[in-house]
């Protein structure tokens, strides 16, 4: 049976991808610099940016609920233009 490769711990590869995120170096000098294939840290690089995490995931959140707090204003906007229309015609038959 082959062997699957070296095993990183969780910390160790949160560290290799802060060093590309945080401090603005390239996937390969992380990569050259802590024995690592690029690709592999790259992978890992996608993973972390698909999963929400603290902040992130509540940042997220609130985006979604302001896009439909959002959307709810803009349609009560409009009922609000749809009833002066309403209430001025029904002034001039008034009349």
Do not use: C
Not at 28 to 41: F, H, I, K, P
Not at 60 to 65: F, K, P, V, Y
Not at 70 to 92: G, M, N, P, W, Y
């Amino acid at each position: 049976m082959g062997s699957k490769g070296k095993r990183y711990d969780e910390e160790f590869k949160q560290d290799a991808i802060r060093l590309v995120l945080k401090r603005d170096r390239s996937v390969s000098s992380v990569a050259a610099d802590l024995g690592l294939n690029e690709q592999t840290l790259y992978r890992w690089i996608n993973g972390h940016k698909n999963v929400p995490s603290g902040e992130v995931g509540r940042i997220a959140e609130l985006e979604a609920q302001l896009k439909v707090e959002k959307r709810r204003v803009s349609d009560l906007e409009e009922t609000v233009v749809i009833l002066k229309k309403a209430t001025a015609i029904f002034i001039a038959h008034q009349k």
